[in-house]
């Protein structure tokens, strides 16, 4: 099957009891048994949900793995998958990082006596240079989040195998739509499925996919879903139905995201007012060439500094736009302008920031399905004031 068409069927049948076309809201925490122990694969919703199990087969098919496991939201997947690892234990992740990430790692979990390193990946030598015999981790981000930096992925993937580690990547900015990390080499890909793959701004999502040939407790799903049902950071079903119908259109309204973005991205290049345009679609964008060869289209996120250096220009931007809303996350249908600086990486100390390129005039844009010729002059407006 082709993308759109696995997008509406993959994992999903009718209703056996009912015939329903869409799958149910299993709205229960329990479920009877016949005697102790003899059930019908469900106990308790916490671990298991029909409406959650349609939704995880649905992303499994997807992103070509085997297992998929929905979380309360994309931090609680993160949360997931560090607590595979024990004290002592090293990650090498970018440098280039979402926020709520980067705080995770070393506010938490650092604590644990889990260590990081944060290199730029763009650069395999830092990466191979980072490695340590306690490495048991790569966490990487494609497109980074915000200076949309590209990683190449079969690259890591090598390097985590040579290692004997685990190699994750946040696939949300791209979604499986556009590229499919463990095709690629991957062991896990994470989601913050409440951005691109809901789609609609209304729901608060995370997920893990694994391509794992073996089976048993010992098998990286099976070890992955013993924290999910343990921890119990784990969605609604509502929730999951809403990811569910959102993931219907996933890849029309990529198509559309896409155009979009590359349409504001050249927009703002040609501005007078714009330093640099962040869009790894532009041929000379630093990560270009493996975004071509590993992506199959350049998404609809782009981010851009102003001339000047000066931040309350960059604030006078943020709030002139009418079309483009100032809020956090990104993705919905809805397009959405923020600053990094001052919301979704305010965690990251300023001179972290500043080493690593997010300067205080970064505004990013999470372009939306709106006509696009509407947003360039809402755009235009806000750079005009």
């Known amino acids: 099957m082709r993308f759109g068409t696995k997008a509406i069927h993959a994992g999903l ?99 644990f006596g889990v260590r990081f390193s944060f290199v730029d990946m763009t650069d395999t030598d830092q990466v191979e240079a980072a490695m340590r015999p306690e490495t048991k981790l790569i966490w990487a981000e494609t497109p980074t989040n915000p200076l949309l930096r590209v990683v190449d992925i079969a690259a890591l993937a090598a390097i985590a195998k040579a290692n004997n580690c685990l190699l994750a990547v946040d696939n949300t900015f791209a979604t499986p739509y556009l590229q499919t990390p463990l095709d690629l080499g991957a062991d896990i890909v994470m989601h913050s499925l409440t951005k691109y793959m809901a789609g609609h701004s209304d729901v608060v999502m995370g997920a893990l996919v694994v391509k794992d040939p073996s089976t048993g407790s010992g098998s990286l799903a099976e070890r992955l879903a013993f924290v999910q049902n343990s921890s119990g950071a784990t969605p609604g079903p509502m929730d999951c139905f809403l990811v569910l119908r959102g993931i219907k259109t996933l890849h029309l309204r990529m198509e559309r995201h896409c155009a979009n973005g590359k349409a504001v991205a050249e927009y703002l290049k040609g501005h007078p007012l714009v330093d640099r345009v962040h869009w790894p679609g532009f041929t000379d964008h630093p990560g270009h060439a493996v975004a071509a060869r590993q992506m199959r289209g350049f998404g609809g996120m782009v981010s851009f500094t102003l001339k000047g250096d000066r931040m309350e220009d960059a604030l006078r931007v943020l709030s002139n736009t009418e079309l483009f809303t100032l809020a956090e996350s990104l993705g919905g249908v809805e397009s959405l302008i923020g600053h990094p600086a001052s919301m979704t990486h305010a965690s990251i100390p300023r001179e972290d920031r500043l080493r690593n390129g997010l300067l205080d005039t970064l505004i990013r844009l999470s372009v939306g399905i709106e006509d696009v010729e509407d947003l360039i002059a809402d755009l235009e407006r806000a750079l005009a004031r």
Do not use: W
Request: charged letters at 15%.
């Open 13 to 111: 049948e009718p209703d056996p009891g009912t015939g329903a076309v869409m799958t149910p809201i299993f709205q229960t925490s329990t479920y009877a048994q016949a005697a102790p122990g003899q059930h019908k694969g469900y106990e308790y919703s916490r671990t298991h949900n029909p409406t959650r199990t349609a939704l995880q087969r649905n992303l499994a098919t997807l992103e070509n793995g085997t297992h998929g496991l929905c979380f309360a939201t994309g931090m609680a997947a993160i949360d997931a998958v560090i607590k595979l690892l024990q004290p002592d234990d090293h990650v090498v992740s970018t440098n280039d990082l979402y926020g709520g990430t980067y705080r995770l790692f070393t506010k938490i979990f650092a604590g």
